[in-house]
């Protein structure tokens, strides 16, 4: 199995423009959840996704940001337009049944 | 007060020591307890998972939950720098979705 693939790995981008991330979960995982992480905040829980079907997108900090699952094995997170304030690790993860998740290696998102 | 407490460290200690990680929670309705270890530069994993009270052993790891006083405890035998990770508590309540609520994560340091 080769876990959660996230893409790009580092995406550096100037203040305006338009950022996707992407990830594909582990095969068989029914649920998708994407992650922000900073040293200040900590991990935040941005959107999860059962069954592709968006569940809860309270985390998703502003209408700058949206996430789209359209089939079982993809999903993308897009900024636009992207900000500074926007720099960190994001995190693709994905679960099936009750127990703990397995996390992509992340995209480091610098917005200059 | 935030719903899950812990304290950012870093902690170091030398090869060998036994470490003792711990977290803080506030909600009683939290039943599943996880530990995750995130080396630098890459996504969380899961390393513990426990349900409700008591102790769970694997190798030199021990996750330990104590619901009455809403703690929880890692403890690492035997440390080693390869150990050197930030540590990551996760709980989640029964029911629903079994959405995780993250600490901030420990940074532990383990020199030769």
């Known amino acids: 199995d080769a876990g959660v693939i996230q893409s790009p790995r580092h995406e550096v981008t100037e203040m305006g423009q338009e950022v996707t991330l992407r990830c594909k979960p582990i095969s068989g995982h029914d649920y998708l959840f994407w992650y922000r992480q900073t040293m200040m905040r900590g991990l935040e829980l941005l959107i999860y996704?059962?069954?592709?079907?968006?569940?809860?997108d309270s985390g998703m900090p502003e209408d700058r940001f949206s996430a789209k699952m359209p089939n079982a094995s993809f999903s993308t997170l897009k900024i636009q337009p992207s900000e500074p304030r926007d720099s960190a690790v994001y995190f693709c993860a994905s679960r099936t049944g009750t127990r703990g998740y397995t996390f992509g290696s992340g995209t480091r998102l610098t917005v200059v | 007060q935030k719903e899950v407490e812990q304290d950012p460290g870093p902690l170091s200690v030398p090869e060998g020591a036994i470490v003792s990680l711990n977290c803080t929670y506030s909600?009683?309705?939290?039943?599943?307890f996880m530990w995750y270890r995130q080396y630098s530069r890459k996504g969380p994993e899961l390393l513990m998972y426990t349900y409700s009270s008591g102790n769970k052993e694997d190798g030199r790891f021990t996750a330990q939950v104590d619901k009455s006083s809403k703690y929880i405890s890692l403890f690492i035998r035997d440390s080693q720098p390869s150990d050197s990770a930030t540590y990551l508590c996760a709980m989640s309540g029964g029911g629903g979705s079994y959405i995780p609520t993250f600490g901030r994560g420990t940074s532990l340091i383990v020199h030769p």
């Open positions: 909600n009683s309705a939290f039943q599943y």
């Open positions: 996704f059962n069954n592709n079907v968006p569940i809860d």
